[in-house]
Each structure stands twice: as C-alpha cells, then as structure tokens.
C-alpha cells in the first residue's frame, strides 16, 4: 500500500504518537489511550506498517550509557557529484556502525553526518577510516557537540 494514498486520521495520530512515546505498549493499553478496542486498534496499527507509516520498532539506547558520550557532527564536501562517487561514498558511510545519520545537503555544504563516539581519539580512528574509503574530498570538518539540549526520535504529528 502506497502511504501517500492511505489517509490517517485523529485516531491514527493519537496512535502514532503513542507508539512514539512507548512502543512496548500492548495493543489493548493503546487502544485505551486512543478511544479503541483491541481488535480495531490493531487493524489500524497494521494498516500503518503495511503502509509504510511505521517503518519499525526499535529500543532506544542511551549513548552516553553505553559509553558513546561524544557526538560530532561532519560537514563534506566533495569535488564529485557522479554517480559512482555517491555510490562509493554510500557504501563508506554505511560500513562504519558509528555513523548514524548522514544527510546530502543544500549550500556550502554537501553532506553532513552524525558520528557517536566514546571521545576524540575515537572519532579519529572513524576519521581516518572514512578520507581512506572516499576519494575526492575537497574539505572535511568536524563540530563536537558540547551538550545536547534536545534529542527525540518522536515526529511532531498534528491531526
């Protein structure tokens, strides 16, 4: 089902954001939030998945418990843009586990990736593993974050 064509409404909101705030809920403790029954409330759930809507579940773990206190935060750019260069790049930045966002960009920038370490030494080691795998960069910069302000996973949905 292609998700453009499924409409949500208030009731799948409510859903959504309930899911969002604590996927371990059962489907009755959901379909009590939201005004439902069990059975429908599961129905809309899985019409959600089948959709595409909910994409996955998945636990969120504390970085800094797991002793990946740091985040920096690298601006790209390159002097490629052709196709097998994005493709090499691609395949870099999903081999490293410690790169958990990166994003092609608008402006002075070209790509920025999110990096989760345990410290600059670390950060290091992912740094010269990256400018190996990838020809062509014509700069790349990091930012260490020194405190995050905000962090959620949950999209802001409005009915």
């Known amino acids: ?56 579940r998945v636990a969120i773990v504390d970085p800094r418990r797991v002793g990946l206190a740091t985040t920096v935060f690298v601006s790209i750019r390159t002097r490629r843009h052709d196709p097998d260069w994005v493709e090499a790049f691609s395949q870099a930045v999903a081999s490293l ?33 990256l400018i190996a795998r990838i020809p062509d960069l014509a700069d790349v910069t990091a930012t260490f974050s020194m405190e995050e302000m905000k962090y959620t996973t949950a999209l802001p949905l409005r009915a």
Request: charged share 30%; net charge negative.
């Open 1 to 56: 089902m292609n998700s453009s064509a499924l409409q949500i409404d208030s009731t799948d909101h409510r859903i959504l954001a309930a899911l969002q705030e604590d996927a371990t809920l059962s489907v009755q403790a959901i379909g009590d939030k939201v005004g439902l029954s069990a059975n429908p409330c599961w129905r809309r759930i899985k019409r959600l998945e089948e959709a595409g809507i909910i994409s996955g």
């Open 97 to 129: 586990d410690e790169i958990t966002e990166c994003h092609r960009m608008a402006g002075d920038v070209d790509y920025l990736i999110k990096v989760r370490v345990r410290d600059i030494a670390d950060y290091d080691r992912i740094y010269q593993r």
